[in-house]
């Protein structure tokens, strides 16, 4: 009696698989991850894309960066530099500070439900405290309410 086995290795994807989970988690603490600037940057351009009806083509081309590469920035692949996102807004009729302080609201949004989901969770008395102090932060400055800080 012969028993025929056939090769099997464990495949490891390259690219991490996409979750159905829209708010990727910091796996050691079960936590939301902190948001990347690149993804908040790309979901602002393409939710103004969207909403204004426009193609990637029609944007790409009004504002001289190859389809591949928009579409790159708007899903957070890419990190791009001041020059590409300052043409991206034009081509929507935004400034470059538009598409900064809505990605800057959407940041401040998305921290302040981590932070409620940290002090929820078990653990919170470890030590860590919360930068933040009472009511939302508005900074102003030179550029309109966008305050930049090194």
Same mark, same amino acid.
């Given at each position: ?13 390259? +690219?991490? @698989?996409?979750?159905?989970?829209? #708010?990727p %988690?910091?796996?050691?603490?079960? $936590?939301?991850?902190?948001p990347?600037? =690149? ?8 939710r ?5 009806? +426009?193609? @990637?083509?029609?944007?790409?081309? #009004?504002? %001289?960066?190859?389809?591949?590469? $928009? ?5 957070? =692949? ?22 900064? #302080? ?13 932070? =409620? ?34």
């Amino acid at each position: 009696m012969t028993s025929r086995t056939t090769n099997q290795a464990d495949v490891i994807p390259l +690219r991490p @698989l996409p979750t159905a989970d829209p #708010a990727p %988690r910091d796996l050691s603490r079960g $936590l939301p991850r902190e948001p990347l600037w =690149r993804d908040l940057v790309g979901e602002v351009l393409r939710r103004e894309r969207r909403a204004q009806g +426009r193609t @990637l083509k029609d944007v790409s081309e #009004a504002s %001289r960066i190859s389809m591949a590469y $928009l579409s790159e920035v708007e899903r957070g =692949r890419k990190e791009a530099s001041s020059e590409v996102l300052a043409a991206a807004a034009q081509a929507l009729g935004l400034s470059l500070a538009d598409v900064l #302080a809505l990605a800057g609201e959407r940041l401040v949004s998305l921290t302040a439900a981590r932070t =409620r989901s940290r002090s929820r969770s078990p653990g919170t008395a470890s030590g860590h405290r919360s930068v933040r102090t009472a009511g939302p932060v508005r900074p102003t400055g030179p550029m309109g309410g966008v305050l930049l800080a090194a």
